[in-house]
């Protein structure tokens, strides 16, 4: 038997957004996942998933038949220099501005930038500046 792993955040299980056009989406995620170093899992008919965001047409069995509203993402980023690089990379892929890298005021170090996916949506890149993690990301194996 092949062993199997996933890692998962603290909080987030998974998430999938139904959108629209998911060549326009692909593109888009790819480029900024690539800017952040996260790597596409995989991908199906009418579907492909990164890390825990799972991103799929309204067609998809998970989906029954209805687009996701807007929504606000954020993904973390290991430090300013990603944050810019996703930024760029969004923009390059068709992501709207909706915030240029910067400061911003929700706590000491924190370090954003955000774009508007082909849906609408407010995806965020965040460096939370000089903090300590007890943990990258929990890892499963079954």
Do not use: C
């Amino acid at each position: 038997m092949e062993i199997q792993e996933i890692f998962r955040g603290r909080l987030v299980d998974h998430i999938q957004l139904v959108v629209a056009d998911l060549d326009a989406s692909k593109r888009f995620y790819s480029a900024v996942f690539e800017a952040l170093g996260v790597p596409l899992g995989g991908e199906g008919p009418g579907f492909f998933w990164a890390d825990e965001l799972f991103v799929s047409t309204a067609d998809s069995p998970a989906a029954a038949g209805e687009k996701t509203g807007r929504v606000h993402l954020a993904f973390q980023a290991a430090d300013r220099a990603a944050v810019e690089r996703f930024h760029a990379a969004g923009l390059a892929a068709g992501g709207k501005d909706n915030g240029a890298p910067g400061k911003r005021s929700y706590h000491p170090g924190y370090y954003a930038a955000f774009l508007l996916d082909p849906d609408g949506n407010n995806i965020e890149a965040v460096h939370h500046g000089r903090a300590k993690k007890s943990a990258d990301a929990v890892r499963i194996t079954f």
